[in-house]
């Protein structure tokens, strides 16, 4: 028999499991006879108890599992239900307020795994049957294991000074923490000092801005780094070590508890899609550049001239650089469809005698009061046309847009004095540099990429590592703030606490097997592994790893093993699955 286990009561060394299969209401029940599985497992050696409930992760649920711990001295409990991403911090916590070592629960996923992708009760019962014999095996040899915990420096990195990384190091502050507010560029704003205004309730975004700047003022804990850069990241959560360099070339260290990354946004590049002639031709502007020019700090006094005159025919392009796979950018946006209703808002007011067309693909308009924002728009004259617009080109001073209108069936052009090209959204320059830095992941689109999108969304996978606004992708100054708050609350949370736990879920070394041949330390992302090279063996640092399983796949002697997914572990569960 494997030893191993933690010590027993009385001494033992048998192992006593519970089984708790979910029907999770018709979910799992309607396609897998519950019941005989329950009675299959009640069958297995070393299984005490195997009940099936409606709902096991509902508070009688989580009574009736402590209940049977108690009474029946388990030391091992298997849950077949849903995906272990789901209710496990749940589970685990009611486990350990039974007295029972939360490591040494095993979750046997009979919902996505299987009653989800079969229609067949019979092959779905068998399938279930089998996924629960294997969890039982490796729980059999799973070993209790006790979380570290490593204090936390009460100090805050905030990555990027527009307004979403101001909201986050205004609310962390507020929260009596020090804040360390680093922007590259060398003043703050970000992509908010190029806007005019909002939508829908047209409000001056300077005006925004500014009381915003007035705030971080007032608040000594708040150093303001601008013109700086992060260079370099190391440590965990709760004891990073940030390297920041100034443009001046001048370096220093910062000692960092928590970490958000809003560094926003870029506009997509107009010259891109040359067929627009943005850059060739004078009257062809960008959405952004058509709000410095209505900005009474603008070149033009908030004026809106096309050399030297007033436009009587203006066209506003949407979609330019989103939803499109000629360039490579297959997502919406999100922003263009209210931000050029807006443009075509304060383009009615200024010239109320002008021709204003939009040229829409579709119209998202999903936020608070964008709807009636957007019917307003249309009842003030402003013409929406659907259809994608095949080209632009020259003719005389006109800048000749040819479109189809998709709802009539034809082709149109038309002689425009101003086109506008509402460019979409795209990931910061910096951020494929700033995610290699702090170890976090980019999406497909090129944003930072949260831990879930809805368990999760200012989380990554990195913890102590949060993201906040149009970082983690497209949206509008509500959302940014919105998103920012979270990220601050998140990142407080650790502070607040003064010490965070460290999962033991991680690496370790066999130094009696161990080789030295450092294969597993070139693998680590995280920089967990260090040679030793008194001993000539691999160790771990706990604090960094993060419990991936790279290094354990790569070592080819055995020595480095994830603690309860060791190899035996996994290779009686791939037995037990192959056999059935």
Not at 92 to 103: E, H, R, S, T
Request: include cysteine; charge should be neutral.
């Amino acid at each position: 028999m494997h030893t191993g286990y933690p010590p027993f009561p009385g001494g033992r060394t048998q192992v006593r499991i519970g089984v708790y299969v979910c029907h999770c209401g018709r979910n799992i029940a309607g396609t897998v006879n519950v019941a005989e599985v329950a009675e299959y497992a009640g069958k297995i050696p070393n299984v005490v108890i195997a009940r099936d409930y409606r709902y096991v992760c509902s508070d009688p649920g989580q009574d009736l599992i402590k209940n049977d711990i108690a009474k029946l001295q388990l030391d091992r409990v298997v849950i077949a239900s849903c995906t272990p991403t789901m209710h496990q911090a749940t589970f685990m916590n009611n486990v350990q307020k039974a007295g029972l070592n939360p490591y040494c629960l095993e979750r046997a996923n009979i919902r996505e795994q299987c009653s989800w992708v079969h229609a067949d009760m019979n092959v779905a019962t068998a399938k279930a049957k089998s996924l629960i014999t294997a969890a039982l095996a490796r729980v059999s040899l799973s070993n209790a294991l006790v979380a570290s915990e490593v204090q936390v420096t009460p100090a805050a990195l905030v990555i990027g000074g527009g307004i979403s990384g101001i909201q986050a190091a205004l609310d962390i502050s507020n929260s009596g923490f020090k804040v360390y507010l680093v922007e590259k560029e060398d003043k703050l704003g970000g992509n908010l000092l190029r806007l005019n205004k909002t939508f829908p309730t047209m409000e001056s975004v300077p005006g925004i801005i500014n009381a915003k700047l007035e705030q971080l003022k007032d608040i000594p804990n708040i150093e303001v780094l601008t013109g700086t850069e992060v260079s370099s990241v190391s440590g965990y959560i709760g004891n990073f070590k940030v390297k920041v360099k100034q443009k001046a070339g001048e370096e220093s260290e910062l000692e960092i508890g928590t970490i958000i990354v809003a560094t926003g946004f870029e506009a997509f590049d107009a010259k891109l899609k040359p067929e627009l002639g943005y850059g060739a031709y004078p009257n062809v502007l960008t959405a952004l550049e058509l709000e410095q020019m209505a900005s009474l700090s603008g070149p033009t006094g908030g004026k809106i001239l096309i050399g030297g005159k007033e436009p009587k025919n203006i066209v506003l392009i949407q979609c330019v650089g989103s939803r499109d796979k000629t360039v490579g950018v297959e997502y919406c946006s999100r922003v263009c469809c209210m931000f050029t209703a807006k443009q075509a808002a304060y383009l009615r007011e200024a010239l109320p005698d002008a021709k204003i067309t939009i040229c829409y693909i579709d119209v998202r308009a999903f936020g608070k009061g964008h709807e009636q924002f957007h019917e307003r728009v249309q009842r003030s004259g402003v013409v929406y046309r659907r259809g994608a617009v095949s080209e632009i080109y020259k003719k005389g001073d006109k800048a000749v847009v040819r479109a189809e209108d998709s709802l009539i069936g034809e082709i149109y052009e038309e002689e425009a004095d101003l086109v506008v090209l509402a460019t979409g959204l795209r990931p910061s320059p910096t951020a494929a540099e700033i995610a290699k830095t702090l170890n976090i992941s980019l999406g497909a689109d090129g944003f930072f990429l949260e831990a879930h999108p809805k368990l999760g969304p200012v989380e990554t996978t990195t913890d102590g590592i949060y993201i906040a606004g149009c970082a983690a992708g497209p949206k509008d100054i509500t959302d940014s703030i919105s998103q920012a708050h979270a990220a601050a609350i998140k990142a407080s949370i650790p502070m607040f606490r003064g010490m965070v736990k460290r999962e033991p879920l991680v690496a370790q070394i066999d130094e009696g097997v161990c080789a030295g041949c450092r294969l597993c330390e070139n693998i680590c992302e995280y920089g967990a592994l260090v040679f030793d090279d008194e001993r000539k063996v691999m160790t771990v640092n706990q604090a960094l790893c993060r419990g991936c399983g790279a290094c354990s796949g790569t070592c080819p002697s055995g020595a480095n093993q994830l603690r309860n997914t060791a190899k035996r572990q996994i290779f009686e569960m791939i037995d037990i699955l192959v056999g059935s």
